[in-house]
């Protein structure tokens, strides 16, 4: 029976996520009989030692990966379960997405200081609001200029903490962290995706494996989920054309839309009886969202598409015709 090495960072959140992905994956190894356990791996990369440092001053949410992907090339460790949105658009040579899962919700979540229902617009005025996001920040400057945000650092449980011991009136964390968690009680509300597009990636996971590692590869097929693997791959495209991070206010989210109807007219339209046994590509709609620091200009550009290597291209094309390049000129300077 193969061992497979899971590498992972010690935060509470990175080894609660690992954990469930390895059940998920042992399920799948009972249901189709395959000859896998697993051992965990705990590694610590450079972004957890600089905690109270801004990423985007310090190189960016690659820092939290490449020591894990380091040990995997040197094959210490053969996969590594990520949060995709802190995954750079592009991965070393000979490692891959191996699995992308079903997706949790993709929302940021408001956690206000007194709890209740309270929304972003309920905030009192000059409200001090924590993120450690410029993409947030943007984009709830955009719509509150009123609020003082300030930068707020730190592993989830610890953000929480300095909800109450900093001072703020809320902050902003990612909804599906607190749901893995399962701290979903402690969020006051959500911020719909039109008010405050997503990261890239943000509720998906990723699961980085060798990509000569056919063994593995075969398993975390099994694990794959079709539609969140298509629509972060159209952000992570729309990502890569702007060559962007953490470092700039950049979002992207893409979900799949109904095309039962466009499905049943290319049957009814088709000529040759073999035509229906071909199913309907899916379509996707994408949109992109580029931003200035101080949220007085917010780019938003959305398309629909089957193909999202081309349509995170054209998303991102779409904007950067409409000024989103001399936004992250000005902001990488």
Known sequence: MRTIVVGTRQSQLALTQTGQVIEDLKAICKEQGLPFQFEVRKIVTKGDRILDVTLS?????????????????????????????????????GLINGAVPR???????LIAKGGGSMTLDELPPNAKVGTSSLRRASQLKARRP?????????????????????GFDAII?????????????????????????PAVGQGALGIECREDDE????????????????????????LAELN?????????????ED????????????SDSMASDHAAPLQLHLTGMVGSPDGRTILKEELRGTDPERLGTEVANKLIARGAGDILAEVRR
Not at 153 to 164: E, F, Y
């Open 57 to 93: 001053k310090v190189g960016g949410k690659g820092l939290f990966v490449k020591e894990i992907e380091q040990a995997m090339l040197e094959k210490e460790i053969d996969m590594a379960v990520h949060s995709m949105k802190d995954m750079p658009a592009w991965l070393p040579e």
């Open 103 to 109: 997706r949790a919700d993709p929302r940021d979540a």
């Open 244 to 256: 962007g991070g953490c470092q700039i206010p950049i979002g992207a989210y893409a979900v799949i």
């Open 146 to 166: 009123d609020l003082r945000l300030e930068t707020l650092r730190g592993n989830i449980d610890s953000r929480l903490r300095k909800l109450v011991s900093e």
């Open 173 to 197: 964390l990612a909804a599906a962290g607190l749901e893995r968690m399962g701290w979903k009680d402690r969020i006051t509300s959500y911020l719909p995706v039109e008010l405050c597009l």
């Open 259 to 270: 095309n039962t109807d466009a499905a049943a007219n290319s049957e009814n339209k088709a």
């Open 215 to 238: 063994e593995l590869r075969h398993l975390l097929s099994l694990y794959n989920d079709t539609a969140t693997s298509l629509t972060v791959q159209a952000e992570r495209r729309f």
